[in-house]
C-alpha cells in the first residue's frame, strides 16, 4: 500500500479554524486559560507544518507518551489524538474520510473511533509522513497496535514502550525508565539528534510543576458553584499531554489555576452567563468520566445552562503527588508518565487503590457530587470492563450514575438530540433524588 | 477417512462433560484442588508443582447466549472473555478453587476483574506480563513469577519446592514433546489425524492430570502411526489466529475439502511449541519466565515481527497452501495485526482468507460459502501451477 506522503488540507484548515477562534476569544473573552489553550494547540500544528517545509525529521508520537523526550532532543513531533480526532472538534471534517481508509485495513466498529481515525489520517496522508512513530501499550490494547500498524503502514521504524500491568509500583517504574532510556538511544539513531540532557532535566521541574499546579486546580474545584468551564475539564487534559514538561504547559495551568481561583473567592460559576442573562446557577454537580468528549463542549454548556448541571471535574484530572527529581530525568519522567490520572487508573485493577472505579467513588465524595456522567464508548475495552462495576460501587454509596453511548470522535454516531434526550432523563433522575430528599 | 482410534475417543469422553469433565470431577472427589487458568500466558508448571490441577477456563464449544454477561463486561470486548463469564454466572466453574488471570489483553483482564467482583471463585492474581520480549522483561516476569508463587503457597498453605517445580516442568516438557510428534504425523502427505481430532485433544488436554494426559496421548500416538488411517484433503491449510476450542469450526472447512495441517493457535501449536529450557538454570522460576516470554507470542506481543517469523517457518515446513486466519469479535490484537499479516503473507505467495466470527460459533452460513471459495481457489490455483 502506497501512502501519500503529505497533504496539508486539513492540517491547514484546522489551523484556521483555531486561528479564528482564538480571534473571536480574544474579542470576547472567557479566559485567559481558554485563550492559550487555543493559542497553543495551534502552535502544536504550525510547529509542525514549519519543520516539514524546512524538511526535518518528524517524530510521531501517540500525545500520551512522554512529550519530555521529543522536547528535549528538539524534535518536532505531533500528538496523533490531539491532532487526528482532535481536529473534528474544530470542524476539520475528516471522520467520513478516514473512518473510510481504517476499514481499508480491516478496522470496523471494534476499534474506537478516535484510534480508527489516526490510523486513516495516516493512510489519507494527513498526517506528514513521519521519520518514525513512538507508542506504548497504555491504555488500551488498540493503543498496543494501531500506532505499530500506522508505522506499518507508512513503512518507518517504530518504538514501543513497553509498560507492564498493572501502572505506578517501584518496580514498574523502573522497567519504564529502562525503556525510555532505550528510547532515547533509538531516537538518537533514527533522528540523528542528540539529547540534550539539561534540557531534559529542566522538562522534569517543570513537569513537577504542572503536576503542582494540577493539584492546587483539584482542590480549588471542590468550590461551588463549580468555577470551571465544562469544557476545560477536557481541554486541560489534552493540554497536559502534549505541553508536558514544557514552559507552556506550565504557562496555561498557571493561567488556569489564577482563573478558578479568582472565581472560587468570587463564589462565581465556570461558565459565564448569556451577556443580558442572569448568571448561570448551580443545582447538581457531576463527575465526568472519562473527560467529556471535545466534541461536546456545547451541549455540556447548554445542561448548565438549561438544568443547573455543572460538570465539576473528570477524574482524568486528578493528579497524585509525584515525586520528581531533575537529577533522575529517566525515572522521574517514568513515574510521572505512569501516574498520569489516565494510565494510573485505567491501567490499574479498576478496585484498587489507584483503580478508576475508587478514584472516582472517592471523587464523588470529595467534589460532593451529585452523580456521574460515564461516556460509554461501546468500542472502548478499558472502559467497557469496568462500567457494571463501577455503576455498583457507586450505588452502594448513594451516587446515580448514567452511560453515555456515544463515540468521542465521531458526532454522527449518536445524534445531539439523542445525547440532550437522555441528559434530560439523567436530570429528572437527580430531580426525583432531590425531592426525596 | 478411515477406523476411529480408541484413545481419541477417551479424548472425546473428557470432553463430552465439559467444563467439569470426568477427570476433574475424579480429582475433585480424591480431595484434590483445581485452580482455574485464563491465558496460555500463565505457568501451569507452577500451579502443578503446588500440587493442584490446572484446568484451563475458556467458553465451551459451542456459541452461547451472552446477554448476561455483556450486561458485565461490554458488547464490544471479545466474546471469548463474555463466553468464559456466562459460564461463570451459569454456575459451570463452581468446582473452581480459584483462578488465575493474566494482564493479556482488556479481555482476559477485565474478565479476571469482573470474575472478583461477582463470582464467588477467588481471584489468585493478574499477572502482569511485558509486551516484549527482551532479557529484561524475563527478568521482570521471573520476578513476578517469584510473587506469584508466595502467594499461591500462602493461599494453598504448601511449599512449592524447586525440585517439584523441576519434576513439572519435566512433566510439561514430555507433553510439549509428544504433542510436537503428534504434529510432526500432520506433515505426511496424508496425516492419521484431522485438524478437528487434533483440537478435541488439545481441548481434552488441558482439562485433565498432565500425567494422564501425557499417557494418553502417547497412546494416541502409537494407535495413530499403527492404523494406517489416512485423512484425505483437497488443500493443506493453516489455521491462525485467536483462541478456537470449537472442533465443529474446524469440521466445517475439513467437510469443504480442505484439511488442516497446523494451527497458529493458543489452543492448539503455540500452547505446546516452546520447552522450558532445564540446562544452565539453577532457578527453575527464571527457566519459567524465559520459556513463557520467549514462546511463540500471540498477537498483544510486540513487535509484530516476532510473531511474524515465528509462523513463517511454519508454511513450509507443513506445506501450507492457504492461511485461514479468524479473528474472533472483538479481539483487537488479533483484529488489527490482521492487515500485517495478510499483507506480509500475500507478499511472499501465501493465500489468506480472513474470517471475523463470534467465539464458539460453528463454520457455518457465511463462514461456510467463503471458505468453499478459498478452497476453490487454491485449487485452481494448484492447477494453474
Not at chain 1, 223 to 239: D, H, N
Not at chain 1, 312 to 341: C, G, H, Q
Not at chain 2, 92 to 113: I, N
Not at chain 2, 339 to 360: C, I, Q, S
Request: contains cysteine; hydrophobic residues 40%; aromatic residues 10%.
Amino acid at each position: 500500500m502506497r501512502l501519500p506522503v503529505a497533504d496539508f488540507s486539513k492540517m491547514d484548515a484546522s489551523i484556521r479554524t483555531l486561528a479564528s477562534i482564538y480571534e473571536h476569544r480574544k474579542v470576547s473573552p472567557r479566559g485567559q486559560a481558554e485563550l492559550l489553550w487555543y493559542q497553543y494547540y495551534t502552535q502544536h500544528m504550525q510547529k509542525i507544518r514549519e519543520a516539514w517545509e524546512r524538511g526535518e525529521f518528524i517524530l510521531s508520537m501517540f500525545d500520551a507518551c512522554p512529550a519530555e523526550i521529543p522536547y528535549a532532543m528538539d524534535l518536532p513531533w505531533y500528538g496523533t489524538v490531539v491532532y487526528g480526532p482532535g481536529a473534528v472538534a474544530v470542524g476539520a471534517k475528516i471522520e467520513e474520510a478516514t473512518l473510510d481508509s481504517a476499514r481499508q485495513v480491516g478496522l470496523m466498529l471494534e476499534t474506537c473511533s478516535g484510534w480508527r481515525m489516526t490510523v486513516g489520517m495516516m493512510m489519507r496522508g494527513w498526517y506528514p509522513r513521519p521519520g518514525a512513530v513512538v507508542s506504548g501499550n497504555p491504555t488500551c490494547d488498540t493503543c498496543a497496535k494501531c500506532w505499530p500498524l500506522m508505522a506499518y503502514l507508512a513503512n518507518v521504524p517504530s518504538f514501543f514502550i513497553d509498560v507492564p500491568f498493572p501502572a505506578g509500583n517501584e518496580r514498574n517504574i523502573s522497567y519504564v525508565a529502562t525503556e525510555l532510556a532505550e528510547l532515547i538511544e533509538w531516537l538518537e539513531n533514527v533522528s540523528g539528534k542528540k539529547m540534550d540532557w539539561d534540557r531534559l532535566r529542566e522538562t522534569v521541574e517543570l513537569g513537577r510543576q504542572m503536576v503542582e499546579l494540577n493539584r492546587e486546580i483539584q482542590e480549588i474545584l471542590k468550590a461551588r458553584p463549580s468555577p470551571i468551564v465544562p469544557r476545560m475539564t477536557t481541554q486541560s487534559y489534552w493540554f497536559n499531554w502534549i505541553y508536558s514538561g514544557t514552559p507552556e504547559g506550565v504557562h496555561f495551568l498557571t493561567a488556569l489555576r489564577d482563573e478558578v481561583k479568582e472565581k472560587a473567592v468570587r463564589g462565581a460559576s465556570g461558565l459565564p452567563p448569556v451577556k443580558g442573562e442572569a448568571p448561570v446557577k448551580e443545582r447538581f454537580r457531576v463527575i465526568s468520566i472519562p473527560p467529556v468528549p471535545q466534541i461536546r463542549g456545547k451541549t455540556l454548556d447548554w445542561l448548565w445552562r438549561e438544568y443547573g448541571v455543572s460538570i465539576v471535574v473528570s477524574t482524568f484530572m486528578l493528579w497524585p503527588d509525584v515525586e520528581m527529581d531533575p537529577d533522575k530525568p529517566l525515572e522521574s519522567i517514568a513515574r510521572k508518565y505512569l501516574n498520569n490520572p489516565l494510565i494510573r487508573q485505567y491501567f490499574n485493577p479498576c478496585e484498587s487503590p489507584y483503580g478508576t472505579v475508587t478514584a472516582t467513588v472517592q471523587a464523588a465524595r470529595d467534589y460532593e457530587a451529585n452523580g456521574v456522567m460515564i461516556w460509554g464508548n461501546p468500542s472502548c475495552d478499558a472502559t467497557s470492563g469496568f462500567v457494571k462495576i463501577m455503576r455498583d460501587r457507586l450505588a452502594e454509596t448513594g451516587v446515580p450514575s448514567v452511560v453515555f453511548d456515544h463515540d468521542p470522535a465521531d458526532p454522527t454516531y449518536t445524534s445531539e438530540d439523542a445525547l440532550k434526550e437522555r441528559m434530560e432523563e439523567f436530570v429528572d433522575l437527580l430531580e426525583s433524588r432531590e425531592w426525596e430528599g | 477417512m478411515s477406523s476411529t482410534l480408541d484413545t481419541l475417543n477417551e479424548f472425546r469422553e473428557v470432553n463430552a462433560a465439559f467444563p467439569y469433565a470426568e477427570p476433574v470431577r475424579e480429582w475433585k472427589k480424591q480431595g484434590g484442588k483445581v485452580i482455574g487458568w485464563l491465558c496460555s500466558y500463565v505457568p501451569e508448571e507452577m500451579l502443578h508443582a503446588a500440587g493442584v490441577l490446572p484446568v484451563r477456563v475458556t467458553g465451551g464449544y459451542g456459541e452461547l447466549a451472552l446477554e448476561e454477561a455483556t450486561a458485565y463486561l461490554g458488547v464490544m470486548l471479545c466474546s471469548f472473555a463474555r463466553s468464559c463469564l456466562q459460564l461463570a454466572i451459569d454456575q459451570k466453574y463452581e468446582f473452581l478453587d480459584a483462578l488465575v488471570g493474566v494482564a493479556t489483553c482488556e479481555g482476559s483482564r477485565h474478565l479476571a476483574e469482573v470474575w472478583e467482583h461477582y463470582i464467588k471463585t477467588p481471584l489468585l492474581d493478574i499477572l502482569p506480563l511485558p509486551h516484549k520480549m527482551h532479557q529484561r522483561a524475563e527478568e521482570f516476569f521471573a520476578e513476578e513469577l517469584r510473587r506469584f508463587k508466595l502467594r499461591l503457597e500462602e493461599f494453598l498453605q504448601v511449599e512449592i519446592t524447586d525440585s517439584a517445580l523441576w519434576g513439572s516442568v519435566a512433566l510439561y516438557n514430555k507433553h510439549r514433546e509428544i504433542s510436537r510428534q503428534l504434529y510432526e504425523l500432520r506433515k505426511a502427505d496424508y496425516p492419521p489425524l484431522s485438524g478437528t481430532e487434533v483440537l478435541e485433544v488439545m481441548n481434552a488436554s488441558v482439562m485433565m492430570p498432565k500425567e494422564q494426559a501425557n499417557a494418553m496421548l502417547e497412546r494416541l500416538l502409537t494407535e495413530a502411526k499403527a492404523s494406517g488411517r489416512a485423512v484425505k484433503g483437497s488443500v493443506r491449510l493453516m489455521l491462525s489466529g485467536s483462541i478456537l476450542n470449537n472442533p465443529q469450526f474446524v469440521a466445517a472447512i475439513e467437510d469443504l475439502g480442505g484439511i488442516v495441517v497446523v494451527d497458529e493457535l493458543c489452543t492448539g501449536l503455540r500452547y505446546w511449541c516452546d520447552m522450558v529450557e532445564t540446562d544452565g538454570h539453577p532457578d527453575p522460576v527464571v527457566a519459567l519466565a524465559r520459556r513463557y516470554m520467549t514462546k511463540f507470542p500471540c498477537a498483544r506481543m510486540n513487535p509484530f515481527s516476532e510473531r511474524l517469523n515465528r509462523l513463517l517457518p511454519l508454511i513450509s515446513e507443513y506445506r501450507v497452501e492457504g492461511v485461514i486466519t479468524r479473528a474472533i469479535r472483538y479481539c483487537k490484537p488479533y483484529i488489527q495485526e490482521q492487515h500485517m499479516l495478510k499483507t506480509e503473507l500475500e507478499n511472499r505467495g501465501v493465500p489468506v482468507l480472513d474470517l471475523d466470527v463470534e467465539y464458539g460459533m460453528p463454520g457455518t452460513g457465511q463462514v461456510r460459502t467463503r471458505v468453499q471459495a478459498f478452497i476453490e481457489m487454491l485449487l485452481e490455483r494448484r492447477k494453474a501451477s
